[in-house]
């Protein structure tokens, strides 16, 4: 049983990975040049906006700890084994990273979509224009990556649970917080 949840995490952060990377990439490397006037050009690109230029740093962060996290599920196996002394710290410094790795994703992902929909339907209020309508390539491909983005923290979310399993199981549940015997 241990084997598979450590070969369901190590599948789920090498999915999680993989969409991380999509996203950063489709964000950062996505632009649209439109000339404006006749002789004058505007190019779209993430970093008109800081929650996209926020979201390439957070996803492309995340991406890398998933990474760091993935040879944990590959080389470190018996650490799910052992349930006294430093694993038991581990597993609690694994759970936070886990949880903070999630929120952060989610939270960066469902600010650069605010934003992202302020393009799209403008604010006359403020007198924002409604700018999906002239560089609309650049939307769709913002809108995909944002989509993607969302699942990876879906992913994320539930790497986490497990993560929180593998520390709770080290505990009994008879007593509160008292680990188990060998």
Do not use: H
Request: glycine share 8%; with cysteine.
């Amino acid at each position: 049983m241990k084997s598979g949840i450590l070969k369901a995490e190590g599948f789920l952060r090498f999915f999680s990975l993989g969409l991380l990377a999509l996203t950063a990439c489709l964000v950062g490397l996505d632009a649209q040049t439109k000339e404006i006037f006749f002789s004058l050009e505007r190019k779209a690109t993430f970093r008109d906006l800081n929650a996209l230029l926020a979201l390439v740093y957070v996803d492309s962060i995340a991406a890398g700890y998933n990474l760091l996290q993935l040879s944990k599920c590959f080389f470190i196996s018996g650490f799910n084994g052992n349930p006294t002394g430093s694993y038991k710290n581990l597993a609690w410094v694994f759970f936070f990273l886990d949880q903070m790795a999630a929120y952060v994703c989610f939270a960066a992902n469902l600010a650069a979509t605010q934003a992202s929909l302020l393009a799209v339907t403008g604010a006359s209020q403020f007198q924002w224009m409604k700018i999906c309508n002239r560089y609309t390539r650049f939307c769709i491909q913002i809108g995909g990556a944002l989509l993607c983005g969302l699942i990876a923290s879906l992913v994320m979310a539930v790497i986490s649970s497990i993560s929180a399993f593998n520390l709770f199981r080290l505990y009994s549940s008879k007593q509160f917080l008292v680990l188990k015997g060998k």
